[in-house]
C-alpha cells in the first residue's frame, strides 16, 4: 500500500511559492474618503479654483518686488498723495461779450424827466389820477403800508392846495348854507376831474 504522505496532489502547480496568511486590511472610514475628495457646494461636481485676478498693485509693481501688506498700503498712498499733489487743470473760463451799456449823464437824465413848468400846463388833474393798488400782507407790508400813508398825505395836500386855489378864483366863499352847497359842488367837481372813467362810461355821467 502506499502511505498517504507519499501522494502528492497532481491537480496544483508546483512552482507557486506559499506565503503565510496575513491579517485583513481595515477598511478606510467616511470622514477620511470625504476629506480626500475635494469639495463643492452640491457635493456632486467640484468647483473650479479661482483665477487670481491681477490688480493695479501687482501691475505697478515688478515681479522681484515683494508684493507684502505693506508695502501695497505704502504704494496706494502715495498714488493718492500724487494725485493730490498735481495742480488741477481747470478749463478757462468763457468770457461773455458785455451786453450794450447804457450811456446815460445827469443832464440826460434830467431832460428825460417832465419839467415843472410843463406839469403845471397839463393840469394837475392828469398827474393826480393814481391807480390804487391793494396791499399784500407778507415781508416788508409794514413798510410798504408807511409808504403808501405818505404818498397819500402828501397827495391830499396837494389837491387841497389845488381846491383851494380853484374856490380863490371862481368865487369867493358864502358864508352860511350856501357856503356848504358851494364847497360841495367844488369837491364833486374835483372828484370827476381826477377821477379814472372807464372807457364804456366815459359819455355816461
Do not use: C, Y
Not at 2 to 21: D, F, R, Y
Not at 115 to 143: N, Y
Not at 166 to 181: A, F, H, I, M, R
Amino acid at each position: 500500500m502506499v502511505s498517504p504522505s507519499t501522494i502528492q496532489p497532481t491537480h496544483l502547480p508546483t512552482n507557486i511559492p506559499i506565503k503565510a496568511p496575513t491579517a485583513p486590511k481595515k477598511r478606510p472610514s467616511i470622514r477620511s474618503k470625504t476629506a480626500s475628495k475635494p469639495r463643492s457646494g452640491s457635493g456632486l461636481i467640484a468647483r473650479p479654483e479661482p483665477k487670481e485676478t491681477p490688480t493695479t498693485t501687482t501691475t505697478t509693481t515688478s515681479s522681484s518686488f515683494p508684493s507684502t501688506k505693506k508695502d501695497k498700503r505704502l504704494i496706494k498712498s502715495s498714488t493718492f498723495l500724487n494725485r493730490i499733489s498735481k495742480p488741477s487743470t481747470k478749463k478757462p473760463l468763457k468770457r461773455r461779450r458785455p451786453s450794450k451799456k447804457l450811456i446815460t449823464t445827469l443832464e440826460s437824465l434830467g431832460d428825460a424827466l417832465p419839467e415843472l413848468v410843463e406839469s403845471s400846463k397839463k393840469g394837475d388833474a392828469e398827474l393826480e389820477k393814481v391807480a390804487m393798488k391793494s396791499l399784500t400782507s407778507g415781508k416788508g407790508s409794514m413798510k410798504r403800508r408807511g409808504k403808501v400813508e405818505r404818498v397819500e398825505r402828501e397827495r391830499f395836500g396837494r389837491n387841497l392846495a389845488t381846491l383851494m386855489r380853484e374856490q380863490d378864483g371862481v368865487s369867493k366863499p358864502v358864508s352860511g348854507e350856501g357856503g356848504g352847497v358851494e364847497r360841495f359842488r367844488a369837491l364833486r367837481e374835483w372828484i370827476g376831474k381826477t377821477m379814472e372813467k372807464e372807457e364804456a362810461f366815459g359819455g355816461k355821467e
